[in-house]
């Protein structure tokens, strides 16, 4: 059976859209990730062996059925993130950051008995920025975006809204490099020593800034430069598991 997977961004456009503030409903937003996968058998019209053979896990099968959705608990959250391609949350890992690591952002559900799809986003962005940053790091950046972890007014910018941009920002950058010949290219700075993020990242990303009117100039230095941190650790997560993948194949065709 195949996995039915979505990447980054399909997965922060399912939480919009089951938060009410997005355009589409949440089954709208799986059809439409499924389709992109499966534009051949669309094209044959002839979609329905392959949906059959798609796995489709016990999280989506309640998605489809309707209804807006406030929360989610820990296993529902982690049986989503394992969802996402090339992410490996795990309840027992959630599970520190709620009570021990990240605490002051995860005090209690915030949606019932629940966490609160904000909550979530943001687990999922704790899972994305550890394959870069330790977690004193992940802490201090937090601080700059979020400020007082107890008043959601005060955030540069939500978890939900960050985890759409970031992911919005990595896909739009591959979509660039699949037409070009290099993968990632690097721009020298003054010194020789130096390399800075691919010179199409950045650009993306101040296209992207130019949108939030209401950041003062400071604070856009604080938002762009995390969409950078976040996008490159979303980059890290494929290569780690494209070497994987290659380690495995080795393994296991090797006499």
Not at 38 to 43: A, F, G, T
Request: charge should be positive; include cysteine.
């Amino acid at each position: 059976m195949e996995s039915f997977t979505l990447t980054r961004h399909e997965m922060a456009c399912l939480l919009l859209a089951l938060d009410g503030y997005s355009g589409q409903t949440p089954l709208q937003v799986l059809q439409e990730a499924w389709n992109k996968k499966h534009r051949r058998d669309l094209r044959n019209g002839n979609p329905l062996p392959a949906f059959l053979s798609t796995a489709l896990p016990p999280i989506f099968e309640k998605l489809i059925k309707g209804g807006r959705v406030r929360g989610f608990s820990l296993q529902e959250i982690a049986a989503l993130g394992g969802q996402i391609e090339y992410a490996h949350l795990s309840p027992s890992s959630m599970q520190n950051w709620v009570k021990r690591d990240f605490k002051e952002y995860f005090g209690s559900p915030k949606a019932g008995k629940k966490y609160s799809l904000n909550q979530a986003a943001l687990l999922f962005i704790i899972d994305d920025l550890k394959s870069n940053l330790d977690f004193d790091s992940i802490r201090k950046l937090f601080a700059a975006l979020f400020r007082k972890p107890e008043d959601e007014q005060d955030d540069l910018l939500g978890p939900l809204e960050l985890y759409e941009a970031y992911s919005s920002l990595f896909e739009e950058w591959i979509a660039i490099k699949a037409k070009t010949s290099g993968f990632i290219t690097l721009s020298a700075g003054r010194e020789s020593a130096r390399t800075k993020p691919a010179a199409d990242m950045v650009r993306l990303a101040d296209r992207l800034i130019d949108r939030m009117n209401r950041l003062s100039g400071t604070e856009r230095e604080v938002v762009r430069n995390s969409l950078l941190v976040a996008a490159i650790s979303v980059l890290t997560c494929y290569l780690h598991a494209t070497a994987k993948q290659y380690l495995n194949a080795t393994l296991f065709l090797t006499p």
